[in-house]
């Protein structure tokens, strides 16, 4: 146990600050949820969802996996955004892939990494459906960050394409899918293109998308 003090340590004097700056911060926070954001991110742990668009806690939803995949497979995704749209009622959903991620790297360069092999399947799947879109550019750094960016637009659709946002459509739900990019380099996210309000548009955002990142 004594290995972990330190973070003890931290999180007493993170809730000495938050307190001193605003005293009723966490009664606030204790009572629920109400989140308008649902972030869809990659584990990477230098991309931290809240700190980069700079919300407190309870302001983001966030589910976070390996490369940023949705999958209509995958129960632990699906339920973090059934629960988001329909009992959070979230207005916005937003998948977020970053440049320099090791996931994706592997994926494109066939690196075997163990267990982990069999989810990055799904980015293999993107990386040989937008071959044509990766192979011409001249280096491998630009090659893995045009499939960054092309994962994040083809899970975006991913997300459109479930049952649980089409419900949420049908019924009139207010309900916005986007996807963005985050650089290391510089701590900026850029939009690539892909928000969405209901199916039509997010098919005509997919294809514009694509032709963009074949400039």
Same mark, same amino acid.
């Given at each position: 146990?004594?290995?972990?003090?330190?973070?003890?340590?931290?999180?007493?004097?993170?809730?000495?600050?938050?307190?001193?700056?605003?005293?009723?911060?966490?009664?606030?926070?204790?009572?629920?949820?109400?989140?308008?954001?649902?972030?869809?991110?990659?584990?990477?742990?230098?991309?931290?969802?809240?700190?980069?668009?700079?919300?407190?806690?309870?302001?983001?939803?966030?589910?976070?996996?390996?490369?940023?995949?949705?999958?209509?497979?995958?129960?632990?995704?699906?339920?973090?955004?059934?629960?988001?749209?329909?009992? #959070?009622?979230?207005?916005? @959903?937003?998948?977020?892939?970053?440049?320099? *991620?090791?996931?994706?790297? !592997? %994926?494109?360069? /066939?690196?075997?990494?163990?267990?982990?092999?069999?989810?990055?399947?799904?980015?293999?799947?993107?990386?040989?459906?937008?071959?044509?879109?990766?192979?011409?550019?001249?280096?491998?750094?630009?090659?893995?960050?045009?499939?960054?960016?092309?994962?994040?637009?083809?899970?975006?659709?991913?997300?459109?394409?479930?049952?649980?946002?089409?419900?949420?459509?049908?019924?009139?739900?207010?309900?916005?899918?986007?996807?963005?990019?985050?650089?290391?380099?510089?701590?900026? #996210?850029?939009?690539?293109? @892909?928000?969405?309000?209901?199916?039509?548009? *997010?098919?005509?955002?997919? !294809? %514009?998308?694509? /032709?963009?990142?074949?400039?």
């Amino acid at each position: 146990m004594r290995v972990l003090q330190p973070l003890f340590q931290n999180n007493r004097e993170w809730s000495e600050r938050i307190r001193a700056s605003d005293p009723s911060f966490f009664q606030r926070l204790s009572q629920q949820q109400s989140p308008k954001y649902l972030w869809i991110g990659c584990s990477d742990s230098r991309v931290p969802a809240n700190e980069i668009i700079g919300l407190p806690p309870g302001e983001v939803f966030v589910h976070r996996n390996v490369a940023n995949v949705v999958v209509h497979t995958d129960l632990n995704c699906l339920s973090a955004l059934q629960f988001g749209i329909d009992v #959070l009622q979230v207005e916005h @959903v937003m998948v977020v892939g970053h440049y320099g *991620c090791s996931g994706v790297r !592997a %994926a494109l360069f /066939q690196q075997r990494i163990g267990l982990s092999d069999n989810w990055l399947g799904h980015v293999r799947d993107v990386a040989e459906r937008h071959e044509a879109r990766i192979r011409p550019l001249a280096h491998d750094g630009e090659r893995a960050d045009r499939l960054c960016e092309l994962n994040v637009v083809e899970q975006v659709r991913n997300v459109s394409h479930t049952t649980i946002v089409r419900d949420a459509w049908e019924r009139g739900q207010k309900l916005s899918l986007h996807g963005w990019i985050y650089s290391l380099r510089d701590g900026l #996210l850029r939009d690539l293109g @892909v928000t969405a309000q209901n199916l039509d548009e *997010c098919n005509e955002r997919y !294809a %514009a998308a694509l /032709q963009a990142l074949e400039q």
